[in-house]
């Protein structure tokens, strides 16, 4: 059993550094010292590295190597490039309840170059923002994961929303109090931005308002990163149309679970 080690922040920044879209949230914690990181060092740099947080997020290989630490954290979900958390799943599953949510290979994409301009109405959400929001994040949760966070955790996600907001990392377009398009940033490094929870009111969706959007955040976000990248259940047809309709193109696989 190989052993375990903290790794100093130069060496995960490296590591993250050798695949930056698959570990763009990885690198993104380490940077904002969150969590706590564990290691398998080879050589002088690391051969796998597992996040412990309220998700668990491995990279590597042979990820295996964490499933006691895994199975001790109390997390919620696991994510990451689909062979590292296929790898750490079966180390775990024999000793655990089924999940409530497997999703395999969910495609990751990305985009370099610019979209054309979609004229939205899209802007940098602002405190004032939170109560529109709020609901809007929930059924986005919910659409991916399955769970209400505003049932099962109401004030921690509320918390949540509100430091996205505050620390720039969420975007909107609304017309008389109705949502046009929305998402945040996961994950935010020098090499890649991850986007999350992009999301249309229902009632709004097929009139084209989130590829507007959509592309007029990449477009935002380009001017300051080289890649905009994010993931998505396999299933998610609409979604996936909606990505490359924009021109992202797919770049690997992950793999989350929801414990």
């Known amino acids: 059993m190989a052993k375990l080690r903290t790794p100093p922040l130069e060496q995960v ?3 993250c ?3 930056p879209v698959e570990r763009v949230f990885l690198e993104d914690l380490a940077r904002r010292g969150l969590g706590r990181f ?3 060092p080879q050589d002088g740099s690391l051969q796998a590295l597992c996040h412990f947080g309220m998700n668990i997020g491995p990279a590597g290989l042979d990820c295996g190597v964490f499933a ?3 199975l001790a954290s109390g997390a919620r979900m696991i994510v ?3 062979s ?10 024999r000793h655990r309840p089924p999940p409530r949510r497997d999703s395999p290979s969910e495609p990751v994409y990305e985009l370099r170059e610019k979209p054309a301009p979609g004229d939205s109405g899209l802007r940098l959400a602002t405190s004032s923002d939170l109560d529109l929001l709020l609901p809007a994040c929930a059924a986005a949760h919910e659409e991916e994961l399955s769970v209400n966070p505003l049932e099962c955790d109401p004030v921690g996600f509320r918390q949540r929303t509100r430091i996205q907001i ?5 975007w909107l377009w609304s017309e008389d109090g109705h949502i046009r398009f929305k998402a945040e940033a996961s994950a935010w490094t020098p090499s890649s931005i991850q986007l999350q929870q992009v999301w249309t009111d229902p009632e709004l969706r097929g009139r084209g308002y989130a590829r507007r959007a959509l592309g007029d955040l990449c477009r935002l976000l380009l001017e300051s990163t080289p890649s905009v990248c994010l993931f998505v259940r396999a299933e998610n047809e609409r979604a996936i149309g909606l990505y490359e309709s924009i021109g992202m193109k797919q770049v690997g696989l992950f793999r989350s679970i929801v414990l």
Do not use: Y
Not at 166 to 170: D, E, L, P
């Open 166 to 170: 505050v620390s720039g990392r969420s």
């Open 17 to 19: 550094a050798e695949n």
């Open 68 to 70: 006691r630490r895994a």
């Open 13 to 15: 920044l490296a590591f």
């Open 80 to 82: 990451g490039a689909e």
């Open 84 to 93: 590292s958390v296929n790898d750490l799943w079966d180390g775990i599953a």
């Open 38 to 40: 564990l290691a398998v």
